[in-house]
């Protein structure tokens, strides 16, 4: 990484500053403002963190513009065509693909953590039956901090990966659990003998009085929406995890921070949010409308699936996930109507110059709740879904901050827009 300089006159100040210009082994150089307070007086605004860069990083890389999407360098295309979940969490936490023996070392590790302490069955029983899978979720995974106080030292790298590792482990159980306590059903124990995707989905489905026959295309459907998951650089649930993380907060917290932030409908619910919205459009003829509605600004309504904060291009996720959702349909034999409506709406999007113009492409979540639909995954718990596969790409993240000794709190600064100082009023004079 090289340095070079720019030099920052303030206008009408007359002051001046020499920033640092950072670069990275991809993508544009940054300009490195940290002493522009203590050389100009002049904070930075930046709303939404559209021109920002919050830390360094050596795991995701994206190029909105082109749409591309690497993870430590292999792209996307390449991992979902070779490569499984398991594999790619390896490789995002420790920054190379595993040989075959660290391969079979990690999958050994994730297998053997699985299973949930038994107190946290009761803890799951306190929640009122109907409770979203998110919250529970959130608050399970926060309470996990209570289960491994004497392995939370987060200074002891070992302390660190085992924590990593149970997290990855133990997010499809506390899933499957919440799912099946929202249905009345007993919660199943993980097997071993069964790979990961394989082994949630007979977690979420087996039930004791018969055995449950998977069609392969289920795990692997599941498998690669799990890579096409697992991590998309500083998008707000991992950003969150990082701050939360920059205070010194055990990982189970900073996890539990990352899927409330994760829960939003504009960002990993929108998953949950498109099929709702194809419900509610209801049959294709109905998708003309629905987009003249997009378009109006004062409709509130907004086509969900569509825009990314990053991806000004085709999201390279999408058109990976597109064929598996025919190839998923066609195998499992399902024939969804909603499909129908998401095609029509996908063409008539696409035709039309309001999100041309604004370069508003399907995202990933456009099609990853049909697919999940398909697999009979309820709605309610597709951004548990995403929550699952996105443990990965937090842990990873939370790691490598964790490991990184020039790692500040995060604590940004604001624009004051309130009152200027004014003297207090007793009660009877206000
Ligand atoms: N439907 C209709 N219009 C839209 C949409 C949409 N889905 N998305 C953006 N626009 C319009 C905005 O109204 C705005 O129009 P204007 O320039 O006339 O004011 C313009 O496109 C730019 O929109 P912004 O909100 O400024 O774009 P931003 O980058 O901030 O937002 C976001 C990105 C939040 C994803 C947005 O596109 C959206 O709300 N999409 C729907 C929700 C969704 O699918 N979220 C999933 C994100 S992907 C993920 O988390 C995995």
Redesign the pocket.
């Known amino acids: 990484m090289s340095a070079k300089h720019a030099a920052l006159t303030v206008a009408d100040s007359g002051k001046q500053t020499e920033l640092p210009l950072i670069e990275g082994s991809l993508g544009p150089a940054t300009l490195d403002i940290g002493r522009l307070y203590r050389d100009t007086g002049l904070f930075t605004f930046d709303q939404?963190f559209v021109s920002t860069a919050s830390c360094k990083s050596a795991i995701t890389y994206i190029d909105g513009d082109q749409g591309v999407l690497l993870y430590r360098g292999y792209p996307i295309e390449q991992l979902a065509q070779n490569s499984s979940f398991l594999e790619v969490a390896y490789l995002l936490i420790n920054g190379e693909l595993p040989d075959a023996g660290q391969a079979q070392v990690f999958e050994h590790e994730v297998t053997h953590h699985t299973m949930m302490h038994e107190s946290l069955k009761t803890f799951m029983h306190g929640f009122h039956y109907d409770a979203h899978p998110m919250a529970m979720l959130c608050g399970v995974i926060g309470s996990l901090a209570a289960f491994y106080h004497e392995q939370l030292d987060i200074d002891d790298a070992e302390h660190r990966r085992l924590a990593a590792i149970r997290l990855i482990a133990k997010m499809p159980t506390i899933a499957a659990a919440a799912y099946r306590y929202s249905i009345g059903w007993p919660i199943r124990f993980p097997r071993n003998n069964l790979e990961y995707c394989e082994r949630f989905l007979h977690m979420m489905f087996e039930v004791p009085s018969e055995p449950l026959h998977l069609k392969p295309v289920a795990a692997r459907a599941l498998d690669l929406l799990f890579i096409l998951h697992a991590d998309?650089e500083q998008?707000a649930s991992t950003s969150t995890v990082r701050l939360v993380g920059s205070t010194g907060a055990n990982p189970y917290a900073c996890v539990a921070a990352g899927i409330a932030a994760l829960w939003g409908?504009?960002?990993?619910g929108?998953n949950e949010?498109?099929l709702k919205m194809l419900e509610e459009i209801g049959d294709a003829s109905q998708v003309a409308r629905a987009v003249q509605r997009?378009?109006d600004?004062d409709s509130g309504f907004?086509?969900?699936?569509?825009?990314?904060?990053v991806y000004k291009n085709y999201d390279p996720r999408a058109a990976i996930i597109r064929e598996m959702c025919h190839k998923v349909l066609d195998e499992l034999g399902v024939s969804d109507p909603l499909l129908d409506v998401a095609m029509e709406l996908e063409q008539a999007a696409l035709k039309d110059d309001?999100f041309v113009e604004?370069k508003?492409y399907p995202?990933?979540?456009f099609y990853s709740g049909i697919i999940y639909k398909a697999l009979g995954i309820p709605t309610s718990m597709f951004t548990v879904m995403f929550a699952i596969a996105r443990t990965a790409g937090w842990v990873a993240h939370w790691l490598e901050q964790s490991a990184d000794a020039s790692t500040k709190i995060g604590r940004p600064r604001q624009i004051y827009t309130g009152a200027v100082r004014r003297d207090y009023v007793a009660v009877d004079r206000r």
């Open positions: 939404g998309h998008n409908p504009a960002h990993g929108a949010a498109v997009a378009k600004k907004r086509l969900m699936g569509f825009g990314h904060r309001y604004r508003l995202n990933v979540d």
